[in-house]
């Protein structure tokens, strides 16, 4: 065994960079299940984490108070707890608070209160605002100004439940095979450049949406940089964040496509924008220049998830394992194939995207790539591949 690992790790280096496990299933009917089979897919990748953190989004959660906005808050104090729901009460008209239900569970210790809010944007916004934008900037404030008191999930009818422990024991802490929903990502976390806390496990969340992330943001002081300017502020301590509010600006706040957003996070190289036709090197040299700061450097596998979609996508030259898998209308997303055909055997179809091309599962009616102007420069991006039922 001694010689084993000396072959293997001849440097004694304690980073295991290829590590972490991804996971996300979707029924693009919209029908709502169980996460019985998601947790038995993460926990299948129990080696790819160690211990340092694990999580599971949820979607289709809460259909009583869909019109909601679902707070999940972690607090460290009494004193945070009491401090955060006076600010709560002060700018939000609070609908439902109480604890997220949890069991005893032998390998999680020292965890912190968790409380979920269902709160409604009411007077209290300026006029013209939108509430999304009103919320960002309270989940923002929230997060710089409590030190006892953090916000990792504020979407409607959906929310993150995370934790220092592996995926599998995070599922049994917050009782998640009780819940259900019709989309479900996971992720086992391998801490590699950035410490292993309950907040800094992932999915990390704004609004809806999610990311689950193996790999290393390594452009993340860049990116952080480039997102504070629009308000975003990086505070759970992981590069991942970062993709969170990148997507947000992105996708929401500036109106661009998941074919154009994925050509902004993982472009193609100065030599292949060099051999694609006029109207497409010039709307990819047009991104390169506007949205130089979000590029991600590193190698890096993301599911990105919101209400209606769910989106895989790998740096452009693919240095992190993506396998997707359909069968009838279910989407699979996974680091490993074995981890699907556990929860899947008879698939009716499996394969691996390219690098840099976003696999997109829907729940709107199948639709095509369409074309997309920027500031003058039109092109068709084909290469991404839309899952739809």
């Known amino acids: 065994m001694k010689e084993l690992n000396r072959l293997q790790n001849p440097y004694h280096d304690d ?92 390998a999680i210790v020292h965890p912190p209160l968790v409380w979920r809010y269902f709160l409604e944007v009411g007077r209290q916004k300026p006029e ?28 409607k009818d959906m929310a993150v439940f995370k934790g220092v422990g592996y995926p599998e024991e995070i599922a049994e802490y917050f009782c998640l095979e009780q819940y259900e929903g019709y989309l479900w ?58 993709v969170a509010y990148a997507i947000d600006l992105l996708i929401r706040k500036h109106g661009l496509p998941i074919e154009v957003a994925a050509r902004v996070l993982a472009p193609p190289l100065w030599t292949d924008i060099e051999r694609r036709p006029p109207g497409e090197q010039k709307l990819l040299r047009i991104l390169r220049q506007v949205y130089g700061s979000l590029l991600l450097n590193g190698p890096f596998t993301v599911i990105i998830a919101h209400h209606g979609e769910m989106i895989g996508l790998t740096d452009r030259i693919r240095l992190r394992p993506l396998t997707v898998g359909t069968r009838d209308s279910m989407l699979y997303l996974s680091s490993e194939e074995s981890a699907i055909r556990l929860v899947c055997p008879d698939l009716d179809e499996a394969w691996i995207p390219a690098g840099g091309e976003p696999v997109v599962g829907s729940l709107k009616t199948p639709r095509q790539t369409q074309p997309v102007a920027v500031a003058g420069a039109s092109a068709t991006l084909p290469d991404s591949r839309i899952v739809s039922r």
Not at 141 to 151: C, H, K, L, P, Q
Not at 204 to 232: K, M, P
């Open 15 to 106: 980073k295991v960079i290829d590590a972490c496990s991804i996971f996300g299933a979707m029924d693009t009917s919209g029908k709502r299940f169980s996460g019985k089979g998601v947790i038995r897919a993460i926990a299948n990748m129990h080696d790819r984490g160690n211990g340092l953190g694990g999580g599971f989004a949820i979607y289709g959660l809460y259909p009583q108070y869909a019109e909601l906005y679902a707070f999940h808050i972690m607090y460290l104090s009494q004193q945070g707890k009491q401090d955060v729901e006076a600010f709560l009460a002060d700018r939000f008209h609070l609908i439902q608070a109480e604890e997220v239900p949890n069991r005893p569970t032998p």
């Open 128 to 155: 013209g605002q939108a509430d999304d934008d009103y919320v960002v900037e309270r989940v923002m404030e929230i997060n710089t100004r409590f030190s006892d008191a953090f916000v990792f999930s504020s979407g």
């Open 185 to 242: 990502t996971a992720h086992g976390r391998f801490p590699t450049n950035t410490p292993g806390w309950w907040g800094g496990a992932h999915p990390f969340c704004i609004l809806d949406w999610t990311v689950v992330h193996n790999g290393e943001i390594s452009s993340y002081g860049i990116n952080q940089r480039y997102l504070a300017q629009f308000g975003y502020h990086c505070t759970m301590q992981t590069d991942t964040e970062v």
